[in-house]
């Protein structure tokens, strides 16, 4: 396996850097399948006579897997390089599909977890690590959008894979015609065995066309003094276990679980909440199911679209701005919303689109902060310790919605008034992310890497 070796991946001289995003997207847009399993959540629920809580903790599972995952594997991803951990990840995240659909064949609920859940979830947090550092430092004058064109691919995920499932489900099931119809365990068996095909293919294609600057490799014309200028980048390196100690990673990690929070809230009762918001005195909603579907695919777009756009826009504005526009104007907007989102559609679209995007920005920007604070040394494995918040919004974010509507009535009761108790708690929730992000300063040099010291020479412009 010395093929997979970092040195076997180091470009050659007058490589061209933009070949690079294409590999890192290859293995993104495949672990974005992760936001598309409501496509056949109905259809485990039927299969397993199981609850729609006990099907959604499949889901549950591998979110929190990604996170540890990646705070325990990211020192090993750069040590080893991307090809290796890209390669890993393909392994980890098509063994949790097969492991799934021999669960689904079976009937035993209990496999789903530990395939797609825990094993699948490994394939997560290491593949949504892999390529963030090397990007980082291929776009040394762009880390914004270098990170913003990787993590895109994983809010994008979701885009192609749902229409792929829904279409595969209908090939799979000969009753796909019937009304009302939902489809079969084995239709959803089969399109597990079928997605682990599709993604190993496409994972191994990322991983084997990825490739690491040489040492000393700098984009031409790039100044680093340039770079230098910002008051919060710094120039010197620190490891990832000095950065945990230090009170600026635990300010973004706030700052990230409150943003999270606050987002994945919304995304978690998308449907749903868009009906309730319009509900009328006689029960009726004026959004029909389907256009509710269709909400819940734009805001699929605002999240894909704001970790490009918010992220590269950081390159000019710098991270603490930007976060603090995601924390400040998020909370604004959420006020808007609870106060005065069932006035109109339009109002009520246009609001939860921005918020999601500044939900997706947040991700996408997390990784060029860390690189701005703590240099490129093991941004990989900081990063990989900062999801942790994510897995911990995963469980939070849901919680505190749930618990708000579940004291207010029961589904098909609600009302836009309902929400407004869960939408004033995240206000409040991203004030204190945005206090937090106020509170980063540089890091102290107490922390910092001694030079001679390094285990490798870095680019000139991180030395």
Same mark, same amino acid.
């Given at each position: ?9 180091? %470009?050659?001289p007058?490589?061209?850097?933009w070949?690079?995003?294409?590999? %890192?997207?290859a293995v ?5 399948q992760a @936001?598309a ?5 109905? %259809?485990?629920?039927?299969? $397993?006579?199981?609850s729609?809580?006990?099907i959604?903790? #499949?889901?549950?599972?591998? #979110?929190?897997?990604? &996170? ?13 390089g991307?090809?290796?951990a ?16 021999? &669960?689904?064949f079976s009937?035993?609920l ?9 094993v699948?979830g ?5 593949? +949504? ?10 776009? *040394? ?5 270098? !990170?913003?064109m ?7 995920g ?6 792929v ?6 090939? +799979?099931? *000969? ?7 939902v489809?079969s ?6 399109? $597990?065995?079928?997605? %682990? /095909?599709? +993604?190993?293919v ?18 031409n ?11 919060l ?10 950065a945990?100690?230090t ?7 706030v ?5 999270? !929070?606050?987002?994945?809230g ?14 009328q005195?006689?029960?009726?909603s ?39 526009? =995601?924390?400040?104007?998020?909370? /604004? ?22 918020i999601?995007?500044? =939900? ?7 990784p060029?902060y ?6 490129? +040394?093991? /941004?990989?494995?900081?990063? &990989? ?12 974010? *849901?919680?505190?919605?749930?618990a708000?509507?579940?004291?207010q ?9 309902? @929400? ?12 204190i ?10 890091v102290?040099?107490?922390?910092h ?15």
């Open positions: 396996m010395g093929f997979l070796d970092r040195d076997h991946s180091i %470009a050659p007058g490589f061209n850097r070949l690079v995003p294409p590999a %890192a997207l993104h847009l495949c672990i974005g @936001y399993t409501s496509v056949y959540k109905t %259809a485990l629920v039927k299969h $397993f006579g199981a729609l809580t006990e959604g903790v #499949i889901f549950s599972i591998a #979110i929190v897997m990604l &996170g540890l995952s990646a705070a325990i594997m990211g020192t090993w991803v750069d040590r080893n991307p090809r290796k890209m390669f890993t990840s393909a392994m980890f995240w098509v063994g949790g599909f097969l492991i799934g659909s021999l &669960g689904i009937h035993q209990w496999l789903v977890y530990l395939g797609y859940g825990v699948g490994i394939g997560l947090g290491i593949g +949504y690590i892999s390529p963030v550092s090397t990007l980082i430092k291929w776009f *040394p004058d762009r880390p914004g959008l270098a !990170t913003g990787a993590i895109m691919g994983f809010g994008g979701a885009l192609i894979a749902s229409p499932s829904q279409a595969l489900l209908k090939a +799979y099931d *000969p009753n796909s015609g019937a009304q009302g119809w489809a365990g084995d239709a959803v068996g089969k399109l $597990f065995l079928t997605l %682990a /095909v599709i +993604y190993l496409y994972m191994l294609f990322g991983a084997f066309t990825i490739k690491v600057p040489a040492d000393g490799w700098r984009p014309g790039f100044d680093p003094a340039k770079v230098k200028a910002a008051k980048v710094t120039t010197e390196n620190v490891s990832a276990k000095n945990v100690k009170r600026q990673f635990w300010l973004v990690w700052a990230l679980f409150c943003n999270v !929070t606050a987002g994945i919304i995304l978690e009762q998308a449907a749903p909440m868009i009906q309730d918001f319009f509900r005195s006689d029960g009726k004026l959004v029909s199911a389907g256009v509710a579907a269709g909400f819940v695919g734009l805001l699929s777009i605002g999240n894909m679209a704001g970790r490009f756009a918010w992220s590269a826009t950081s390159d000019v504005t710098g991270r603490k701005r930007i976060y603090m526009m =995601y924390l400040g104007v998020g909370a /604004v907007l959420y006020i808007i919303l609870a106060l005065a989102g069932s006035s109109t559609t339009v109002l009520y679209v246009a609001l939860a689109f921005v999601i995007s500044f =939900y997706g920005g947040g991700f996408s920007t997390a060029a860390l690189r701005d604070l703590f240099g490129t +040394y093991q /941004v990989g494995a900081i990063h &990989g310790r900062l999801l942790t918040a994510w897995s911990a919004a995963g469980v939070a974010g *849901p919680l505190i919605v749930n708000f509507l579940d004291a009535g029961k589904p098909g009761q609600l009302n836009a008034a309902s @929400y407004q108790p869960a939408l004033l708690t995240m206000v409040a929730l991203l004030v992310g945005f206090v937090a992000n106020l509170l980063v300063k540089p102290d040099a107490r922390f890497e001694p030079r001679p010291d390094r285990g490798r020479t870095e680019p000139a412009m991180e030395a």
